[in-house]
């Protein structure tokens, strides 16, 4: 039996754990906050480090608040439900200083507000797991469960948008009904302005009943059913085929968005407006200017960015994605201001970069893994002389590939980090989203 100990919280981590220490060793505490003494039960012992749970709260932080979620703390999809929203922030803002400077050597001139929105209800895109328990006669359709394979029994999500969120135990109850429900391990939600597409990953064909059971439910609750059989290029509408294409738009900017269950879109959208503003006004993009958007994706920057005035070129990975992105900017009457391009970003070169042609400004935005070999790529040639981007708004997921893409960018090509600051965008969770302006004067 894992023994218990009682220690005194230093600060939270970047996962949103309590960090304690004894005679030298680290303990990383799972509901614990910083100043609170708590005893604890450890299930995993390194040498150097354990991870642990919370079991007692002896002395609580003012900071502590009643989760809202009554599945907080079995359901793995959020952290920090326990700590008050604006303090979550406050943490989100430390790790990412922390980061710049411990991983980077860097610190921003300026510390931008943070960005809010609104903590409940936000979350528009989602991916459930999907199991028939025969020892519970049910099936249950959420989360995984904590440090675990296993999908939380949920009836409700806090964080999800409400009409989603009232449909978990309704949707379980459907597929308990199907004849696949051995055979359909996972739902994938997309809420879109106009229409909500729920995927179902089948792995058999719906029977001629489930079919009717399905058409029956999207009737009723006004969704739309998507089903996937292999890989995302399978996936396909089921029913209604009249149903209204997934979008978002972004009004400031006069800029719909379609796009299709599978392709990437932020979570947030609330949120996603906001940051798009805030990028904008930190790029400045004006007409004349040639400016490249990496990490275009369908073009969520590019297009505001073109709406501008600037000629703007987005590179992106995929191929599918490029094709969308172009789609998007002929919808939006922007195809001449906007053009796209697909390279892999994560094995580019000098001379790659510099084959792009001359940027007076970029945006970048990467995935978690950040974007090393991009920012490498602008070397003396590119970065170092008069032919550098003047500017660089870097929009991150991940404080610390952030840091470590800033020290090449200020230590090596002698850009200045003039701002940097947190956006909300998963109230809740231990993701921190950030934005980081670049010059060089």
Same mark, same amino acid.
């Given at each position: ?20 220490? !004894?005679?030298?060793?680290? &303990?990383?505490?799972?509901?614990? =906050?910083?100043?609170?003494? @708590? #005893?604890?039960? *450890?299930? +995993? ?113 806090? !964080?999800?948008?409400?009409? &989603?969120?009232?449909?978990?135990? =309704?949707?379980?109850?459907? @597929? #308990?009904?199907? *004849?696949? +429900? ?129 000629? @703007? ?129």
């Amino acid at each position: 039996m894992a023994t218990e100990n009682r220690v005194t919280i230093e600060s939270l981590d970047q996962e949103g754990r309590g960090v304690a220490r !004894i005679e030298g060793k680290v &303990i990383f505490i799972e509901g614990a =906050l910083t100043g609170e003494t @708590v #005893s604890y039960s *450890s299930y +995993r012992k390194k040498p150097s480090f354990e991870l642990a749970q919370a079991t007692q709260i002896h002395k609580s932080s003012a900071m502590r608040v009643q989760p809202k979620c009554s599945h907080f703390g079995v359901c793995g999809g959020c952290s920090m439900q326990h700590l008050d929203a604006r303090a979550q922030v406050a943490v989100k803002q430390r790790i990412l200083e922390d980061s710049l400077w411990h991983i980077g050597k860097v610190k921003a001139e300026t510390i931008l507000r943070p960005i809010y929105g609104q903590a409940w209800g936000y979350r528009e895109r989602a991916r459930f797991s999907v199991k028939h328990v025969i020892k519970k006669g049910k099936t249950l359709v959420g989360f995984h469960e904590k440090r675990s394979s296993f999908v939380a029994d949920m009836q409700n999500c806090e !964080i999800l948008v409400p009409k &989603i969120a009232r449909l978990l135990p =309704l949707l379980a109850d459907l @597929v #308990s009904g199907l *004849s696949i +429900r051995d055979r359909l391990p996972q739902i994938e939600v997309a809420v879109g302005e106009r229409v909500d597409a729920l995927v179902l990953r089948v792995m058999d064909p719906p029977s001629s009943e489930d079919e009717a059971a399905l058409r029956a439910f999207a009737d009723q609750h006004q969704i739309q059913f998507w089903l996937q059989s292999k890989g995302y290029d399978t996936i396909v509408p089921f029913h209604p085929l009249d149903a209204p294409a997934l979008s978002y738009s972004l009004p400031e900017f006069g800029i719909t968005m379609p796009f299709a269950p599978s392709e990437f879109t932020q979570v947030n959208s609330a949120l996603n407006r906001v940051m798009i503003s805030r990028a904008i006004r930190l790029l400045a993009p004006q007409p004349g200017e040639r400016i490249a958007d990496f990490f275009c994706g369908l073009g969520n920057f590019t297009l505001p960015i073109a709406r501008c005035g600037a000629q @703007v070129l987005g590179i992106e990975g995929s191929d599918a994605l490029v094709a969308r992105a172009k789609q998007n900017a002929a919808y939006n009457g922007l195809a001449d201001n906007a053009k796209y391009a697909a390279m892999n970003l994560f094995e580019m070169t000098e001379e790659s970069y510099a084959a792009l042609g001359r940027f007076d400004k970029l945006l970048i935005d990467p995935p978690r893994d950040g974007a090393m070999e991009l920012v490498k790529s602008l070397g003396d040639g590119n970065g170092g002389g008069a032919n550098a981007p003047r500017r660089i708004v870097y929009v991150s997921c991940n404080p610390a590939t952030l840091a470590r893409d800033a020290q090449v960018l200020v230590h090596t090509h002698g850009y200045k980090l003039q701002a940097a600051g947190v956006m909300n965008m998963f109230p809740h969770t231990s993701h921190v989203e950030s934005i980081a302006v670049f010059v060089k004067e």
